[in-house]
């Protein structure tokens, strides 16, 4: 296994950037604890947003950066449990051919990718992974199906 660290996919020429167009359901955290995703451990905080995709994936995302990634769809409320969806932001993806780990911040959570799974940059040193199949049926190349 390839432990990543590091990285900068604005360097890497086969890195593209890609949007994800997904409906998800969200609750907020009451009190500080972790949940296990398919690619690894994610611990929160109180106010911290959990969230279930399409696919039945689950994961954490910061208070402080939730608003920047999703938005209440109707009849949900900013920072209400419920559903949203994920705001058109381009992020840097690279598919990966042989299993590889990447700590989602530094000194963060770890995740594992297999072969075939998508390594993620949101932003420098803000790391997700996405398996094969999820990462087909959320996330479409920017330029691709459509204005952006």
């Known amino acids: 296994m390839i432990e990543l660290q590091n990285v900068d996919l604005t360097t890497d020429p086969d890195a593209a950037r890609y949007i994800k167009t997904e409906l998800v359901t969200v609750h907020f955290a009451r009190e500080s604890g972790e949940l296990q995703s398919l690619e690894g451990p994610n611990r929160y905080a109180a106010g911290d947003a959990l969230v279930t995709g ?6 954490a995302v910061a208070r402080a950066r939730f608003e920047d990634k999703y938005q209440p769809l109707s009849g949900t409320g900013m920072w209400q ?3 949203y969806a994920a705001r058109p932001r381009p992020v840097l993806a690279k598919q990966m051919i042989e299993p590889f780990s990447v700590a ?6 770890l995740l594992r990718g ?17 398996a094969q199949g999820r990462f087909a049926s ?6 691709e199906g459509g204005p952006l």
């Open 114 to 130: 297999q072969a075939g799974d998508w390594l993620l940059q949101y932003a420098p040193g803000d790391f997700g992974v996405a």
């Open 54 to 59: 399409t696919t039945g994936s689950r994961w």
């Open 81 to 83: 449990d419920g559903r």
């Open 138 to 143: 959320v996330y479409r190349k920017v330029g």
């Open 104 to 109: 989602r911040s530094p000194g963060g959570d």
